[in-house]
């Protein structure tokens, strides 16, 4: 093996390392905007890297989760703080209404923390959960922290999914055609979300 292609491969180490502190990052914040006032989910970006063979999938996950759970503690303390306001403010976000609120209200009455665990998986903002926990029982502390897996869970389960079907059902095709599967996939299910839930 020659100078010059040691010197390739270790530009191209730089430039992947590089590429996945940046990953990182966007990861971390875009976990924190969806938990206060954003409404496309993380899940996007992170099945776009499991469907990248190259891209390393756990740094990204724990930064979304922090950053969910750093936004879930704000949208926590802002519905302690001023219940009213908040609510009012969070069903102006696109495809958050009243009865989505009020949906969130009956899970966690009916089935305390474990709806933490129901609500990802029912396309339902974990910001409204943060708000309306506020109004029950249930211990702050305890709340914020099961907050942590029940937001890394639905995180795990779509990333590597997206890499079991690459690296097994999909091994075959480029990467050109799996990101188009891949952004076909997200337009198609916001297409239906905000079709349901309204906009």
Known sequence: MNTQTLDYESMDSQLNNSKSKVNNRIAGVWGFLEATIFFIVPDVLLTYLGSRKDRPLLMPILMATLGAFIGGLLMYCFGHSNYGLSSELITRIPAIDSAM???????????????????????????????????????????????????????????????????????????????????????????????????
Do not use: D
């Open 101 to 199: 609120t009020e949906q969130v209200r009956i899970l966690l009455n009916e089935h305390g923390l474990w709806a933490l665990f129901i609500g990802p998986l029912q396309g339902i903002p974990f910001k409204i959960f943060a708000i309306e926990a506020t109004l029950t029982s249930i211990n702050p502390a305890l709340f914020l922290l099961i907050s942590i897996p029940a937001r890394m869970m639905r995180f795990v389960l779509l990333a590597y999914l997206a890499r079991l079907l690459v690296t097994t059902v999909f091994k075959s095709v480029k990467q050109r055609t799996l990101t188009l599967i891949w952004l076909c996939g997200w337009v198609g299910f916001y297409g239906f979300y905000f079709y349901h839930f309204g906009f």
